[in-house]
């Protein structure tokens, strides 16, 4: 009896550029070798794992795959930062992870249009003091467009 399983591409991708990328190619060949710089990595199948989490290389290319699947896809539900950074952290792991799906939920061309910011109003307006004498306060109002016409 034989198993086959599916391997995707993106996997191989991943363990190719773990091997180019300066840091994580040190840290997969000292576990190899039995020295492990944290027990919390490991190797499985040939991806380097942190605390049972994929470790991805910094490339621009694969991790803007990975936050568009999570974060822009028809699965993804364009959820904000604190949303998408735990849905892709429950799987995967890399340096400046957080500050990378924030720039790319802040760049998000649907979000940007369909959803507002939640922050605090910018305060009540605050009355003019009333003029002592004439001229003492000027104001101008422009008026750009009539929503009827005159």
């Known amino acids: 009896m034989a198993v086959s399983t599916p ?9 190719d550029l773990t ?5 994580l190619s040190k840290i997969y060949q000292s576990c190899l070798q039995g020295q492990n710089p944290s027990s919390e990595y490991s190797i499985q ?6 605390k049972g989490k994929i470790v991805l290389p910094h490339d621009v290319g694969l ?13 993804g ?5 604190n949303r998408a950074t735990s849905r892709i952290g429950a799987q995967f792991y890399w340096n400046g992870m957080r500050s990378d799906i924030s720039k790319f939920v802040r760049e998000c061309a649907i979000c940007q249009q369909a959803k507002v910011d ?8 605050q009355p003019l003091p009333i003029p002592q004498q004439i001229w003492e306060n000027i104001a101008m109002d422009f ?3 009539y929503p009827f016409e005159v």
């Open 77 to 81: 539900g364009h959820f904000g930062v």
């Open 118 to 125: 939640h922050v605090v109003p910018a305060g009540l307006l």
């Open 19 to 23: 091997q180019t990328d300066s840091q």
């Open 63 to 75: 991790l803007n795959q990975i936050m568009k699947e999570f974060h822009s896809s028809k699965i």
């Open 7 to 15: 391997i995707h591409s993106w996997i191989n991708k991943v363990m």
């Open 143 to 145: 008026i750009v467009q």
């Open 45 to 50: 199948n040939g991806l380097l794992f942190f």
